[in-house]
């Protein structure tokens, strides 16, 4: 079946520390997604990327880093820079820009960060 | 920049009835697209419906359907029939249509619906 995969489901860390979260699809999307969901805050982008070897800042992008080596595979990196990175974490994919087609999201990864 | 406002915060409706879920958003963009997603607890995010804004028909998806007012910059989801599986937060978002953009969607901060049985 084509989809998103994230994982692990749950991430525990240490403060300090950084961890790598991983998101993969197999619908052969040019554009990848992450977004950050707090509670009573919606999805904010953190960092997306149009094409590979190409990403681009969103609006929360501090304390955050990705690559994109391969279509498939845009892992984000949650460094020790980022300030308050327990939250729940969402990747997604899409055909391109400036069209109406569907962003399918994969089942996210909740990060606690003690 | 574009803002999406869902200004209630929880609803609840009772089982087998019909509710509306209400959404604004601003932008100085012409062309542009609308959709509904909704988080169940298992919080992986569904596309309900969408809408592309130079239709001027309204979308709709079996017991889904939208009020799309363009000039009022108004979108809002009516849910009929209303199921305990459409317990859920629901998400308003857009995205732009120019071609060259961050193809993101901006969210608003979500209702969560409960449904009563």
């Known amino acids: 079946d084509g989809g998103i995969t994230q994982s692990p489901k749950y991430l525990f860390r240490k403060e300090g520390q950084n961890v790598t979260l991983s998101c993969e699809q197999n619908l052969n999307h040019d554009a990848m997604y992450w977004y950050r969901q707090d509670p009573g805050q919606g999805l904010r982008l953190i960092y997306y990327s149009q094409i590979v070897n190409d990403f681009q800042k969103g609006d929360i992008a501090e304390g955050y880093s990705v690559s994109r080596e391969k279509k498939e595979s845009f892992p984000l990196t949650v460094t020790s820079a980022q300030k308050n990175p327990t939250a729940f974490y969402l990747c997604a994919s899409t055909r391109g820009s400036g069209n109406s087609y569907e962003q399918y999201f994969g089942p996210g990864t909740r990060l606690t960060v003690t | 920049a574009q803002t999406v406002t869902q200004s209630q915060p929880e609803m609840s409706v009772q089982e087998a009835e019909t509710v509306t879920l209400s959404c604004t958003y601003d932008?100085?963009?012409?062309?542009?697209?609308l959709f509904w997603y909704k988080q169940p607890p298992s919080r992986q995010m569904i596309l309900v419906i969408r809408q592309e804004a130079y239709k001027q028909q309204n979308a709709t998806e079996n017991r889904f359907s939208v009020n799309f007012q363009k000039a009022a910059k108004s979108f809002s989801l009516k849910i009929s029939d209303s199921q305990l599986g459409d317990a859920a937060m629901y998400f308003c978002?857009?995205?732009?249509?120019?071609?060259?953009?961050?193809?993101?969607?901006?969210f608003g901060k979500g209702t969560k619906l409960s449904v009563k049985p």
């Open positions: 978002a857009y995205r732009s249509a120019l071609r060259g953009s961050q193809g993101n969607l901006i």
């Open positions: 932008t100085s963009e012409s062309d542009y697209y």
